[in-house]
């Protein structure tokens, strides 16, 4: 019998999970959280570390060979050190990486370290700190610039800064974090805004890849940068002379379906084919009732057979999605 894998319908195949650890986040971002109260899971209701450890292995068998961690916010979970510690020791996985928004960094950069992770993303979308208060309703843009400085001391790489440009907010300061790479080797990633949730935000915030490349023109050309194996949906690019790369993930404006080659699964258990598509299969209810490890195989395979072949969310009908970001995972 062929080993089963992770190919849909459309022949992709499926290698890389993202795994959101908590729904719970330190920030409320604009772009982000709902409007109205966030509704939170029970404690219970969320996926125990040992099962999201077990749901890994079984996807590792089924191919996946990169995992990325989020949240929610990551670092407010608490033994997210030894749960990665773990992680890192799964024979089989290429690539394993952390999304946070950098508040507790500082405070938990060793333990990352020495958990094994190397590849970081933050999540900073102003260099300025009035603008970060009113983006993220904390004013702690400098734990966060502390906390990704004493990362790049500390060797990890890449660094991987990730900005949702926003119409009206923050497409002025889109410049200056571009301008970034020119004294330091991060990679700024510019995301589209995906109008998802009750979101607080408006379409009209939503600003297109090329919108934000006119923004930025004023530094130089950009140079396309070769893709690499493990890379992710963003176009690359390098300003002449810069240390750092610049990304664009245009999930709107030109998406990347065909290439997509993720699911993801939600702290509660859920598993998704799609970031924007509210189609889920439940993981942790069947897991708790003691299903065999061929059962949840099987239930991978069902979720990869549902991938639709592109998602369908447009600032024409940009209310398609009713999944939270923060719930979901980014
Ligand atoms: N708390 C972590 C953080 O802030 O990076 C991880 C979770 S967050 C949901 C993951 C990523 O999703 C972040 O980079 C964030 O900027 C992005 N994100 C959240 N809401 C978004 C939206 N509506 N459109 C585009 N990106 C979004």
């Given at each position: ?16 999970l ?54 929610g ?17 799964i024979e ?5 990486s ?8 500082e ?6 370290r020495?958990?094994?992770i ?10 300025n ?16 610039w502390k ?10 790489d ?13 497409d ?14 991060f ?15 408006t ?5 297109p ?15 396309p940068v ?6 992710g ?23 990347f379906c065909h ?16 970031l ?11 897991l ?5 490890d ?9 979720t ?5 072949y592109?998602?369908?969310?447009s ?6 999605v ?6 979901i995972?980014?």
């Amino acid at each position: 019998m062929p080993k089963p894998e992770l190919i849909d319908r459309y022949n992709r195949r499926l290698t890389y999970l993202r795994i959101s650890i908590t729904d719970r986040c330190n920030l409320r971002c604009l772009y982000c959280v709902p409007r109205d109260a966030i509704p939170k899971l029970r404690h219970t209701e969320v996926l125990r570390y040992e099962e999201i450890l077990r749901l890994i292995r079984i996807g590792v068998c089924l191919g996946i060979s990169k995992i990325r961690i989020t949240g929610g916010e990551p670092l407010v979970r608490k033994g997210f050190d030894a749960f990665l510690s773990e992680l890192n020791q799964i024979e089989g996985l290429a690539d394993l990486s952390l999304t946070t928004n950098g508040v507790l960094l500082e405070d938990h950069i060793e333990k990352i370290r020495f958990a094994g992770i190397r590849r970081i993303n933050v999540s900073l979308d102003t260099l300025n700190r009035k603008k970060y208060e009113q983006i993220t309703g904390h004013d702690s843009f400098e734990k966060v610039w502390k906390g990704i400085r004493l990362a790049q001391d500390m060797g990890f790489d890449p660094i991987k800064i990730n900005v949702v440009a926003l119409n009206g907010i923050n497409d002025d300061d889109l410049a200056d974090l571009a301008e970034l790479t020119f004294s330091y080797p991060f990679h700024i990633r510019f995301i589209e805004y995906m109008p998802i949730g009750n979101a607080c935000l408006t379409c009209n915030r939503h600003l297109p890849a090329d919108e934000i490349k006119t923004r930025i023109r004023c530094l130089g050309n950009l140079t396309p940068v070769k893709k690499e194996a493990y890379d992710g949906p963003a176009d690359r690019y390098q300003l002449e002379g810069a240390k750092g790369e610049i990304g664009f993930i245009s999930a709107i404006s030109q998406h990347f379906c065909h290439r997509c080659n993720r699911l993801r699964l939600t702290a509660s258990g859920h598993l998704r084919p799609c970031l924007l598509s509210d189609f889920q299969v439940d993981l942790k209810g069947p897991l708790r009732k003691g299903c065999l490890d061929s059962e949840l195989v099987n239930l991978f395979l069902k979720t990869a057979h549902c991938k639709p072949y592109q998602h369908g969310l447009s600032m024409e009908h940009p209310t398609g999605v009713s999944g939270q970001m923060h719930a979901i995972g980014g």
